[in-house]
């Protein structure tokens, strides 16, 4: 399976941009996917993430901001960021994920990233 992230950009702080993540396979090939992010000189972090039932879970950095989304025949997964803040300034990762002992784990499935910048 291959992972193509797009969508990323400069935004300044207070706007939205919507990451899109396109797999040439089912995107729901393992327990779910999700969206990491990892800012400059940070550890990558899972941000959000969707279950083939649709259950959504987010950091509480991007909760009530962020929404995850899924379009099953287009095989993409979606990201949408609003309100944005410079903290999130980050590449963003899409990952094929299973879940094990009670929480979602990545995969070897890694798109190749996608950078935003929140600046004004």
């Known amino acids: 399976v291959q992972l193509q992230a797009s969508g990323g950009g400069l935004v300044q702080p207070g706007g939205s941009l919507r990451l899109s993540c396109a797999s040439n396979?089912?995107?729901?090939?393992?327990?779910?996917v999700g969206w990491f992010r990892q800012p400059p000189g940070k550890q990558r972090e899972l941000v959000a993430s969707?279950?083939?039932?649709?259950?959504?879970n987010y950091a509480d950095s991007v909760k009530g901001r962020f929404t995850i989304s899924t379009n099953n025949a287009k095989n993409t997964v979606y990201l949408q960021m609003n309100s944005l803040k410079p903290e999130d300034t980050a590449a963003y990762y899409c990952?094929?994920?299973?879940?094990?002992?009670?929480?979602?784990?990545?995969?070897?499935?890694w798109g190749q990233g996608t950078l935003v910048t929140v600046s004004s």
């Open positions: 990952n094929l994920l299973v879940w094990s002992s009670g929480r979602y784990r990545s995969t070897d499935y």
């Open positions: 396979g089912f995107i729901f090939s393992y327990d779910g």
């Open positions: 969707i279950g083939s039932s649709g259950l959504t």
